[in-house]
């Protein structure tokens, strides 16, 4: 049962375009979102989040997009930069601190 | 703060051997997960604890693996007898609980887990 889906793999863009990154998920019950960016030989780090409250939340160059209706949140990263590639996982959270990751996108920033 | 520690980071073991893979949350979090990524299934949940008791094992995939947590500040994650599916990454994470608007999990660097 999963209930956090990335249904890209990897996601392939040019520096300075935008990057959106996809998000679906089934559990209702989530009381926020979070998304995490991970380099090779590291752990994931925390990158944005967003309430189930809220609609968009902002941060520099990232965006989160939430839409409750359609159970789906995006991450959109503008302009993309070489050094935001990376694997990035979305999650979905609850308020006793258990977080449901989903399976990844593989983002790549080309020069 | 050194962040969340795991040990090793590395280990290459046989079909059929115990692995151990230990964690040290950082000071002061009162819970702590096991997650174990695949390319399959991306970063999979195996087990929380909460204060040191384990409040849900529902993603350990077997009775061959266990985790404990004997004190704040030290759990091991154990797999016995290991078999080559079990080859995967294994992170460590901890977070200080029900805080704010979100709770973010700090996550440790890994631990590579290879089964011949």
């Known amino acids: 049962d999963q209930q956090v889906k990335q249904n890209s793999p990897s996601l392939s863009v040019q520096e300075g375009r935008i990057s959106i990154l996809n998000c679906d998920y089934t559990n209702s019950m989530f009381d926020y979102f979070l998304w995490y960016k991970k380099y090779p030989a590291e752990g994931p780090t925390f990158l944005i989040s967003?309430?189930?409250?809220?609609d968009k939340n902002e941060d520099g160059r990232f965006t989160v997009f939430l839409n409750k209706s359609a159970k789906h949140l995006s991450l959109h990263i503008v302009p993309s930069q070489p050094g935001d590639s990376a694997v990035y996982f979305c999650a979905g959270g609850t308020s006793y601190g258990k977080l449901t990751f989903g399976q990844g996108t593989i983002l790549t920033v080309h020069p | 703060d050194a962040g969340v520690i795991q040990s090793p980071r590395h280990e290459v073991t046989e079909m059929g051997q115990e692995v151990t893979l230990r964690c040290k949350p950082i000071?002061?979090?009162?819970?702590l997960f096991w997650y174990r990524q695949t390319m399959m299934r991306g970063l999979e949940l195996l087990i929380y604890?909460?204060?040191?008791?384990?409040?849900?094992d529902s993603g350990m995939p077997e009775d061959r693996f266990s985790a404990k947590m004997p004190n704040a500040s030290f759990s091991t994650l154990k797999i016995q007898p290991s078999e080559p599916r079990d080859s995967a990454v294994y992170f460590c994470?901890?977070?200080?609980?029900?805080?704010?608007?979100?709770?973010?999990?700090?996550f440790g660097p890994g631990t590579r887990l290879t089964v011949l």
């Open positions: 000071s002061g979090h009162d819970y």
């Open positions: 994470a901890s977070t200080a609980g029900a805080s704010g608007e979100y709770n973010e999990q700090f």
């Open positions: 604890f909460n204060n040191n008791v384990p409040i849900d």
């Open positions: 967003i309430s189930s409250i809220k």
